[in-house]
């Protein structure tokens, strides 16, 4: 999975100036560390708002990854409203030592890529990436959705429920173990409330995994609903400077009242189908008890058939076809 240092309100341009120095102070004299003696030298994206600091061995990840991002970053910014895009500056670490000291631990270790809204920063572990079965393609498209919402919101806090599912969205991530993890957890009564995930989700990577799941599940219900939804919405943040206001404004309800409503429709949804799939063991060996029950009855009526058949062929017992008495 990744990590997010959260969205936040808009830094002073000060503040974003000091934090931005000391970020790159961290990589520029970490010479006194084991491993930390490789220099970053930079490179520019062709589209323009990408400054990619790396090391020199990195050269063709580069150019992988800056194909990667200016791919992704039209498409996202067009699907949120966003018009004008500020500079983004990226890391990319070539392993795991490297890459905590981009973050300075401000994130689990089993993240592969962070990205940092008040300055900006979007940094990659390409080590962790390369082992993942999460291609870099869906990382950057991930963190990318996080920096641009950024952009277009001004740094309004917004749920992180709201930011993960719709960075999710983004990146295409979902796939059927997230259909079957969501279906199990809603069939064992364990799935989570929005209201738990506004701050931060769990550290326990399985507990994290499913609120991830739930995060896509709310954000692509209200994005379906209403196809052009996000640019209104993100409209509505940065003007009235609240994420639960815009909400209201936007869809005609709370976020309390869509909590419950989505809880209750993920519950009707899966109950049924959650009982047949964790019930499905059952079904599947009393289906192959009575499958092989069946091949065996069959087989025995046609051993019989064709003993039958051979007898009436031949006759009775010691008289040719055709003979008489």
């Given at each position: 999975?990744?990590?997010l240092?959260?969205?936040?309100?808009?830094?002073?341009?000060?503040?974003?100036?000091?934090?931005?120095?000391?970020?790159?102070?961290?990589?520029?004299?970490?010479?006194?560390s084991?491993?930390?003696?490789?220099?970053?030298?930079?490179?520019?994206?062709?589209?323009?708002?990408?400054v990619?600091?790396?090391?020199?061995?990195?050269s063709?990840?580069?150019?992988?990854?800056?194909?990667?991002?200016?791919?992704a970053?039209?498409?996202?910014?067009?699907?949120?409203?966003?018009?004008?895009?500020?500079?983004?500056?990226?890391?990319?670490?070539?392993?795991?030592?490297?890459?905590?000291?981009?973050?300075?631990a401000?994130?689990?270790?089993?993240?592969?890529?962070?990205?940092?809204?008040?300055?900006?920063?979007?940094?990659?572990n390409?080590?962790?990436?390369?082992?993942?079965?999460?291609?870099?393609?869906?990382?950057?498209?991930?963190?990318?959705?996080?920096?641009?919402?950024?952009?277009?919101?001004?740094?309004?806090?917004?749920?992180?429920?709201?930011?993960?599912?719709?960075?999710?969205?983004?990146?295409?991530?979902?796939?059927?173990?997230?259909?079957?993890?969501?279906?199990?957890?809603?069939?064992?009564?364990?799935?989570?409330?929005?209201?738990?995930?506004?701050?931060?989700?769990?550290?326990?990577?399985?507990e994290?995994?499913?609120?991830?799941?739930?995060?896509?599940?709310?954000?692509?219900?209200?994005?379906?609903?209403?196809?052009?939804?996000?640019?209104?919405?993100?409209?509505?943040?940065?003007?009235?400077?609240?994420?639960?206001?815009?909400?209201?404004?936007?869809?005609?309800?709370?976020?309390?009242?869509?909590?419950?409503?989505?809880?209750?429709?993920?519950?009707?949804?899966?109950?049924?189908?959650?009982?047949?799939?964790?019930?499905?063991?059952?079904?599947?060996?009393?289906?192959?008890?009575?499958?092989?029950?069946?091949?065996?009855?069959?087989?025995?009526?046609?051993?019989?058939?064709?003993?039958?058949?051979?007898?009436?062929?031949?006759?009775?017992?010691?008289?040719a076809?055709?003979?008489?008495?």
């Amino acid at each position: 999975m990744h990590a997010l240092i959260g969205i936040g309100r808009r830094r002073s341009p000060f503040g974003t100036l000091l934090l931005y120095t000391v970020f790159i102070a961290g990589i520029a004299f970490a010479g006194d560390s084991p491993g930390a003696t490789e220099r970053y030298v930079l490179s520019y994206s062709p589209c323009g708002p990408f400054v990619i600091h790396h090391p020199k061995r990195l050269s063709r990840m580069v150019e992988h990854v800056s194909t990667l991002l200016c791919e992704a970053v039209g498409e996202i910014a067009s699907d949120l409203g966003l018009e004008a895009i500020d500079s983004i500056t990226v890391f990319l670490a070539p392993d795991g030592e490297s890459y905590q000291r981009l973050h300075r631990a401000h994130i689990p270790e089993w993240g592969a890529a962070f990205s940092s809204t008040g300055t900006q920063t979007l940094g990659i572990n390409t080590e962790a990436v390369l082992r993942s079965p999460r291609p870099m393609r869906m990382v950057i498209r991930h963190e990318l959705s996080h920096l641009l919402l950024a952009q277009r919101i001004e740094g309004i806090h917004c749920p992180l429920w709201f930011m993960e599912g719709l960075a999710m969205i983004h990146s295409h991530e979902w796939d059927f173990r997230d259909q079957w993890g969501l279906m199990s957890a809603a069939w064992k009564k364990q799935l989570p409330y929005l209201d738990d995930l506004v701050e931060r989700f769990p550290r326990e990577q399985d507990e994290a995994v499913l609120a991830y799941r739930l995060s896509y599940t709310a954000v692509e219900r209200l994005v379906s609903e209403r196809p052009d939804v996000l640019i209104t919405l993100t409209a509505f943040i940065r003007e009235l400077e609240s994420f639960d206001r815009a909400f209201l404004v936007t869809f005609g309800e709370t976020t309390d009242e869509f909590d419950i409503r989505l809880h209750e429709a993920i519950m009707a949804k899966y109950r049924t189908s959650g009982t047949l799939i964790q019930t499905m063991p059952y079904w599947l060996l009393l289906t192959c008890l009575f499958l092989l029950t069946f091949l065996i009855k069959r087989y025995r009526g046609r051993q019989k058939l064709e003993t039958w058949e051979a007898e009436e062929t031949e006759g009775p017992k010691g008289t040719a076809p055709g003979a008489f008495n």
